[in-house]
């Protein structure tokens, strides 16, 4: 049974990887400080077959049960990440963490669940479906589905109501970059906004002018510039900036919620927390619905690793909207923590050094993306909660809560309720973190992170009530993870009907002024 629990190819390295003896579906965690989204105490929290089954101070078990001390650390739901590419076909090759690799590095890190990206076949959602489906099969934690809108017809629309009727996905995304390859024209954002609306689907873009980027790469190649920082300057903020607006505008218009994935520079968060603040003509008094996902490669770093003399160090900093100059990343650390940004993602899409090489004469060539799914919750605590620019309740709700409610599932995840799945993590404050390719999870033989130190360490992930991290071994089983499906109609649909019906009657006296006059 034991190679059930090891995949050969993972690089597991120092970190080991062992079997499993316990049977262990009964848990104590003990004298811990729980932390919730909206509250925090010193309580035991007790787990029976996957789900917490309670949550109070002195809970009395037999000796059958497994018990756990957290005394002086934080008891806290675990990490899910809300945007990650596992085993995803793009560039001309495909990422390099799987559902197996990619999942196990996420649980190493104190992440239990993460929405991956559901790209269609030749256009086609349902093949979509059954192909991520079938590469989910290896999956050791419980996973969601988005899924990518790449092109438009009378099936895309009718497919995506299957999708959200019987497949449990409740968002959809645009990408409004990747000219040739994945992009969309307003055309079709438009009708898939209005698509989603109707079936109560949260619309996400991927907000680049993908036109503008593409005059960008020209002008970079002509100059002469074909390295990795060539990425960086043919696509600058203002045209993540101006896709950012111009979605945002297209969803007031519409009136729907809308999700803005990777937002990585000020530009673009200016344009969110604006329409947050001010709202739309249909929002007047609360504000526009729009969510920003900062990824922890936008925090934590900035452009100068692109300008690396070594191709294949520079070339690991690649990703779209590129990681941006200094100052970038403290303007949306700031964000967060006024909630004009609402969580973190990875953008978890790891390639390695060969693949990267792709572009070693041209910039436009090397496959886009970084690492970051088993980093996340470490250099988050490090860079917000140690910093003390966040409180430890805030911190559960931008890594875990936050993204249960706007996908639905919450209180079933992101909360140590009785009652909820027990994906649990034990994270101790006065421990440290370093993160290197030499013993990290991914496949990858690079780390965007290499060399980086910081304080808290994740020293226990329960996922769905199984101790599968503790004193740095893994215990992964290929298959135990579950698909979680999302249902649509998430909170930030309360009150658009309302809100729809305002509009309208609003429009009776033009109507009527119309009718007279003609
Ligand atoms: O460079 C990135 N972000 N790669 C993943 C695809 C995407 O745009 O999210
Ligand atoms: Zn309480
Ligand atoms: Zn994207
Ligand atoms: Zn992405």
């Given at each position: ?247 945002i505008?297209?969803?007031s ?16 968060m200016e344009e969110i927390a604006k329409a947050r603040k001010s709202g739309s003509?249909?929002w007047a008094p609360l504000g526009q619905r729009v969510?920003g ?42 964000a967060?923590?006024t909630g004009n940004l609402q ?176």
């Amino acid at each position: 049974q034991s190679s059930e629990f090891c995949d050969a190819g993972t690089g597991f390295g120092d970190s080991g990887c062992v079997v499993s003896s316990k049977s262990a579906s009964k848990l104590l965690i003990k004298g811990g400080t729980v932390v919730n989204a909206h509250h925090q105490e010193i309580a035991d929290v007790y787990v029976e077959d996957g789900i917490i089954v309670a949550v109070k101070p002195n809970i009395k078990v037999g000796d059958d049960v497994t018990v756990l001390d957290a005394t002086g650390k934080f008891v806290m739901p675990g990490g899910i990440d809300p945007h990650t590419h596992l085993a995803m076909e793009f560039m001309g090759t495909e990422t390099i963490d799987d559902f197996f690799s990619g999942q196990a590095a996420a649980l190493a890190g104190g992440t239990t669940m993460h929405i991956d990206f559901v790209i269609p076949v030749k256009g086609s959602l349902s093949k979509g479906f059954e192909a991520y489906k079938e590469k989910a099969k290896k999956s050791c934690m419980d996973y969601g589905f988005h899924m990518a809108i790449t092109k438009w017809d009378e099936n895309v629309s009718r497919e995506m109501e299957i999708m959200v009727k019987e497949k449990g996905i409740n968002s959809f995304k645009f990408f409004m970059a990747y000219k040739g390859a994945l992009m969309i024209n307003d055309e079709l954002l438009l009708e898939g906004l209005k698509k989603c609306k109707s079936l109560g689907a949260l619309a996400m873009v991927h907000a680049e002018n993908g036109d503008a980027v593409f005059e960008g790469q020209k002008r970079m190649i002509e100059l002469g510039i074909t390295g990795p920082e060539g990425h960086a300057l043919s696509r600058p903020p203002v045209l993540e900036g101006e896709a950012t607006a111009r979605a945002i505008r297209l969803a007031s218009f519409v009136n729907t919620p809308l999700y803005v994935v990777h937002v990585m520079s000020i530009d673009a968060m200016e344009e969110i927390a604006k329409a947050r603040k001010s709202g739309s003509i249909f929002w007047a008094p609360l504000g526009q619905r729009v969510i920003g996902e900062p990824v922890v490669s936008g925090l934590v770093l900035d452009d100068s690793g692109l300008w690396d003399p070594d191709f294949i160090n520079a070339a690991k900093y690649v990703m779209s909207p590129p990681i941006r100059a200094l100052g970038h990343d403290k303007a949306l650390q700031a964000a967060l923590s006024t909630g004009n940004l609402q969580l973190v993602g990875t953008d978890h899409c790891a390639f390695n050094s060969t693949q990267k090489a792709f572009g070693i004469d041209d910039f436009r060539k090397i496959p886009n993306g970084v690492n970051g799914i088993e980093e996340r919750m470490h250099l988050v605590w490090d860079t917000m909660v140690e910093s003390g620019q966040i409180s430890v309740t805030d911190y559960v709700r931008i890594t875990s809560t936050e993204c249960a409610r706007i996908f639905n599932m919450y209180p079933r995840k992101g909360a140590i309720l009785a009652g909820s799945d027990a994906d649990i993590i034990i994270l101790n404050p006065n421990s440290s973190f370093q993160i290197t390719a030499r013993s990290h999870h991914s496949r990858s033989d690079t780390n965007v992170y290499e060399g980086r130190k910081g304080k808290g360490k994740v020293e226990v992930t329960i996922a769905g009530g199984k101790i599968v991290w503790e004193n740095d071994e893994l215990k992964a089983v290929p298959g135990s993870g579950k698909y979680i499906e999302m249902q649509p109609f998430s909170y930030l649909f309360n009150g658009i009907d309302k809100a729809d019906a305002k509009y309208l009657s609003s429009l009776q006296a033009p109507v009527q002024r119309s009718k007279a006059a003609s």
